[in-house]
């Protein structure tokens, strides 16, 4: 969701991200290592190595680009991320507060500072409170999901909503589809699109790996992206992108899955 968000200000464009879980030095991080990646590869530096830097472990003084400037692609990457921050809002998110007419609001006074039609990213779906609402969960997760998909038409924008998943869908060797995501079939019927990643080396078929017992660790370095629907296009495909998550990133070079993967309604175990 974040590479989303950087890729949307870099081509211009303006993105929110409404972080439940973590704060601004957390993201800047990630897009610092992120830009880095993107410059010069595994060369480029890590997460862990930024962290190092911000948290001032290596002696390094001056301000954020001088402090990188010894660090393969950081100062080029503190250059990049400056370039496009102006259109990068993280909003810190509260499970208490941040309610649906708060994300409203944050929207529509970010429209109207920067005459832009905000991305709204959502992190995470299940996180959002519901202010006087039901105690069971099923029935706030579908007043949210209800509410942004309103919100979303109400103000011409698009939203992106991160969800959870229910434990019996991230069981190692089952795949993980639309009906294990937690909460309510509404998480199904109201997105337009819903995209679902799983680790290749989960959702392999076993045939894959007793014959090449090479394929596990190659598998493990790839993730699936499946378009399980799609309102406007094609779905029902299988993506496959590489991690690079020492530096918080997939390679944005994906391509289609060519090996035959695990589905429960055809194998049997």
């Known amino acids: 969701?974040?590479?989303?968000?950087?890729?949307?200000?870099?081509?211009?464009?303006?993105?929110?991200?409404?972080?439940?879980?973590?704060?601004?030095?957390?993201?800047?991080?990630r897009l610092i290592s992120m830009e880095a990646g993107e410059a010069q590869g595994l060369e480029g530096i890590s997460v862990r190595r930024v962290r190092r830097v911000l948290e001032a472990q290596d002696g390094a003084t001056g301000d954020l680009e001088t402090r990188m400037a010894a660090t393969p692609g950081g100062a080029q990457a503190v250059r990049a991320v400056r370039e496009y921050s102006p259109r990068l809002f993280v909003h810190p998110a509260?499970?208490?507060?941040?309610?649906?007419?708060?994300?409203?609001?944050?929207?529509?006074?970010?429209?109207?500072?920067?005459?832009?039609?905000?991305?709204?990213?959502?992190?995470?779906?299940?996180?959002?409170?519901?202010?006087?609402?039901?105690?069971?969960?099923?029935?706030?997760v579908t007043m949210v999901v209800e509410g942004l998909k309103d919100m979303a038409l109400d103000l011409g924008l698009p939203v992106f909503a991160i969800v959870a998943a229910e434990k019996e869908g991230l069981v190692a060797g089952k795949r993980l589809r639309v009906h294990h995501l937690r909460g309510t079939s509404a998480l199904a019927y109201e997105p337009d699109v819903v995209l679902v990643l799983n680790d290749k080396y989960d959702v392999v078929a076993r045939h894959h790996l007793v014959f090449d017992v090479g394929n596990a660790e190659?598998?493990?370095?790839?993730?699936?992206?499946?378009?399980?629907?799609?309102?406007?296009?094609?779905?029902?495909?299988?993506?496959?992108?590489?991690?690079?998550?020492?530096?918080?990133?997939f390679e944005q070079a994906g391509q289609a899955v060519e090996e035959q993967l695990v589905d429960e309604r055809v194998y049997v175990e």
């Open 94 to 140: 509260s499970g208490s507060t941040t309610d649906l007419r708060e994300i409203r609001a944050v929207l529509e006074r970010i429209a109207a500072e920067t005459g832009q039609t905000p991305l709204a990213i959502v992190d995470y779906l299940q996180k959002v409170p519901v202010p006087d609402g039901p105690d069971v969960e099923a029935e706030r």
């Open 218 to 249: 190659r598998f493990r370095r790839w993730v699936v992206l499946s378009i399980e629907k799609n309102r406007a296009g094609l779905d029902k495909i299988d993506l496959e992108f590489r991690k690079q998550f020492e530096q918080s990133r």
């Open 1 to 29: 969701a974040l590479q989303m968000h950087r890729n949307v200000a870099k081509s211009g464009r303006t993105g929110v991200y409404f972080s439940y879980e973590h704060d601004e030095t957390y993201m800047l991080e």
